[in-house]
């Protein structure tokens, strides 16, 4: 058999469960490890990437192309089994020559212990086993002991290949370990991850060896094998998550932080000197993330709702066919949470709510609000109520800009949709005189607005192909931007000065969604601080779409129990429901309308479907084509 054939065959035996291995090494009183890919892991995909973001650093795109080119045509011509990192400099042209240190220092920053094989190497250490460095490696021995000592490895024996000038690949950098050590070939058995190097070489030596996957998937949240999982930062994530933390705080880590990360990436290369305002409450975290990310901007967080800011418009806008368009409808709305929203004690108007034939919780959604006789004729009754309360919301409104200096040549963010709060700033600013030119940066937007820009993160109205995958999960995405604070109600004046007057959170500290939401946050926050610092994070940006696609997929093909950890989480729209709790799948087949209902209500479609069903079928794509069939009949 061919060693190609070899290698094919090999590749199905590789072995990653470090209590195999253990198994396997407990007889030998010596043990070798490879160095790369087996005891340290580079935060890369491909070791060609450190001459890439080597030419990024220096603006010279030419480099990483010279530099391969540089070691491939030494080993073609050298003549020598090994070379190393000073003859390969020394092809290059002078200009270049700076470059070397540079690559080292690099090295050292992208290389990290690898977590999975270390368990093997602390056993080796526990049982007094004599460990031995082997690895075919152009990079200097020395360089190589700092940084094994610096993750965490000590070794009695080193072999590399640049300082020996032979290789694992001919077996003959193993005969060369054999004899300085002193040792039969069957006292040691060899660790690594190649098959031409570290089996084939060692099985020429005489040596027993045990192949490992170049990849190794340490955690359930990130597969490196699929195509669409590799990239850098998933590699980084592989290399980096604390899987002894708990599963809402690796969810954050590695689903919830690439999101923020490359939303904020492209807010700030999108904005540029512009002072930007962070709407709360959703985007709390992301100034957070952004503040951190790029300290030296002029960042501050507004305490903004659609509330506060639609109520002191209606003074504006008091007609009943206008007052309506100011006031959103949801799924629960009823005459009581009418009047809060408008500033009404409901209390107050118990006698004119009979007079006009309405109930004060009774539901309004299924009634054509405009069209309703009955409380039209009530909002007449209280419409002078209505417009002296949204003069004072205004005046208190317009002293709360001033004092945040809302003026100007501004960006704002928030989460996004449909730009409701940003068409209400600049109906606002015109009729206060306020000179605000206003550009809104989201997640996503629907819809364009008069005099006033938008753009999207995932979606805008020129480029609208991931609306409906962001609108199927758009429940758990909002939900896992939400600050620790209510929302903003409206403001008032104390002692001169404007605040906001918050409702009171929907989450309380013992809340599981409140502890399981901090966890995340923290741990979304802590990738994009720790990525940050990565050379990886330098080298290439990616689309949305990547940056998106772990939270992405968990959000629209979740597996069961990635269902059951936010299912039963309670969701706020006007009313109360959880984000994907069905009941039994036997029980909406006797009751299917209740069915319909209910998964009306979800906001979590896909984990509603997943629960229910419990089977792999693509939600999603069975969602949008029964909305299809829906709006046919």
Known sequence: MGEWSKMIQLDFFREWNPDKIIKKIAPYSYVSFDIFDTLLKRDILHPTEVFQILGKQYNDSAFMFKRIEAERNLREQSGKEEITLDDIYE????????????????????????????????????????????????????????????E??????????????????????????????????????????????????????????????????????????DKRQQTGFNNFINNHLNTGKSRYAQFGYAYFGPVLFGFVQWLHKSIGNKKIFFFARDGYLVKKVYDALFPESSTDYIYLSRRALSVPLLW????????????????????RSLLERLGLNPERY?????????????NLQDNNFLQNKNLKAFYKSIREDVVQNSREEFVCLIAYFKKKNFY????????????????????????????ARIDGYYFGMRKNLKNSQVHGYFYEPSRMQME??????????????????????????HNGKAEPVLYEPEYHENDIEFKAFQAIQEEALCFCKEYSKSPAAKLEKYKASEY???????????????????????????????????RSLLYYVRNPKIFSREFSYSAWKAGFMKRCFKINIPYMQMYMIAKVLAKRR
């Open 316 to 335: 504006k806008h008091s007609e009943w066919e206008e007052f309506s368009h100011y006031i959103t409808v949801t799924r629960f709305f009823t005459v």
């Open 350 to 362: 118990k006698l004119e709510i009979q007079k006009f034939h309405l109930q004060l919780d009774s």
């Open 548 to 582: 998106s696609y772990n939270l992405l997929r968990v959000s629209t093909e979740p597996t069961l129990r990635e269902a059951e950890l936010f299912g039963n989480f309670r969701f706020y729209d006007t009313n109360v429901f959880p984000l994907a709790k069905p």
């Open 152 to 225: 965490g490895y000590e070794f009695d024996f080193c072999f590399i290949s640049s300082s020996y000038g032979v290789q694992k690949v001919t077996g003959n950098l193993f005969k060369k370990m054999l004899s300085t050590v002193s040792i039969s070939s069957k006292d040691v058995i060899h660790i690594g991850d190649s098959v031409r190097g570290d089996y084939l070489g060692a099985k020429r030596a005489g040596i027993q060896s045990i192949l490992i996957p170049k990849v190794i998937n340490r955690t359930q949240w990130i597969n490196l094998k």
């Open 468 to 493: 409906p995958i962001i609108s199927f999960m758009q429940g758990l995405f909002e939900s896992l931007f939400l600050s620790r604070e209510g929302s903003t109600k409206r403001y008032d004046i």
């Open 91 to 150: 092809k290059m042209e002078g200009k270049y020559q700076h470059f070397k240190m540079k690559e080292l220092e690099l090295e050292a920053d992208l290389l990290h212990q690898n977590f999975v094989l270390y368990p093997v190497y602390q056993y080796c250490k526990e049982k007094g086993k004599k460990i031995i460095i082997t690895s075919d490696m152009y990079l200097p021995e020395p360089f190589l002991r700092n940084i094994l000592n610096k």
């Open 408 to 435: 100007g040549d501004i960006a704002v963010m928030d989460i996004g949709w449909n730009g409701s709060m940003q068409r209400y700033l600049v109906e606002i600013m015109n009729i206060s005189g306020i000179d």
